[in-house]
T-cell receptor, first 112, second 115 residues
Framework: DAGVTQSPTHLIKTRGQQVTLRCSPK?????VSWYQQALGQGPQFIFQ???????QRGNFPDRFSGHQFPNYSSELNVNALLLGDSALYLC???????????FGPGTRLTVL | AQKVTQAQTEISVVEKEDVTLDCVYE???????LFWYKQPPSGELVFLIR??????QNEISGRYSWNFQKSTSSFNFTITASQVVDSAVYFC????????????FGAGTTVTVRA
């Protein structure tokens, strides 16, 4: 039973560029959430997708957008990258409300 | 808005010692869910335990145990007989039950277990 997978593992971009991160949920899960984790801090919620719609959004600018596909996989897009976007981006999947979210290994994004 | 506080930034112990991690939360909701996650150096967050707000029964699972006290809004986590492999950052997190689907994390506690 495959867990949550994310790609790529690492990514280096320059300021102003755009990036797309990908996530495949754990088998049987229908909900995908994205979190940003800066060094030395706890993860911060970006948004959650359910039934291909953004169900909830955290305090992130519109430069952060996402998508969920019919097979429940998801993408996170960040436009006009800033140095402050450098972080570990974590994808989590879950089934139902209030249940545990299972996390992928993350994508380490470095913006130069 | 809900808030999770982990006052301990770092804890260092010698192998086989017990480690207790503190977590205090704030919420106006009466129904919510509490979690502990472990983040080893590899970076992947690993789910450890989940409790709901209407079940204050404390449990033990292997070397892990937790103490949930609604009266003091605390959800403490203990590792018994620590091992070097327990070295990681531990996060306490909260999800509300009212159309709020995000995990709200504390700042984390770094646990170092020395051989």
């Amino acid at each position: 039973d495959a867990g949550v997978t994310q790609s790529p593992t690492h990514l280096i971009k320059t300021r102003g560029q755009q990036v797309t991160l990908r996530c495949s949920p754990k088998s049987g899960h229908d909900t995908v959430s994205w979190y940003q984790q800066a060094l030395g801090q706890g993860p911060q919620f970006i948004f959650q997708y359910y039934e291909e719609e953004e169900r909830q959004r955290g305090n992130f600018p519109d430069r952060f957008s996402g998508h969920q596909f019919p097979n429940y996989s998801s993408e996170l897009n960040v436009n006009a990258l800033l140095l402050g976007d450098s972080a570990l981006y974590l994808c989590a999947s879950s089934l139902g409300e209030g249940n545990e979210q299972f996390f992928g290994p993350g994508t380490r994004l470095t913006v130069l | 808005a809900q808030k999770v506080t982990q006052a301990q930034t770092e804890i260092s112990v010698v192998e086989k010692e017990d480690v207790t991690l503190d977590c205090v939360y704030e919420t106006r909701d009466t129904t919510y869910y509490l979690f502990w996650y472990k983040q080893p150096p590899s970076g992947e967050l690993v789910f450890l335990i989940r409790r709901n707000s209407f079940d204050e029964q404390n449990e033990i699972s292997g070397r892990y145990s937790w103490n949930f006290q609604k009266s003091t809004s605390s959800f403490n986590f203990t590792i018994t007989a620590s091992q070097v492999v327990d070295s990681a950052v531990y996060f306490c997190a909260l999800i509300l039950d009212s159309n709020d689907y995000k995990l709200s994390f504390g700042a984390g506690t770094t646990v170092t277990v020395r051989a």
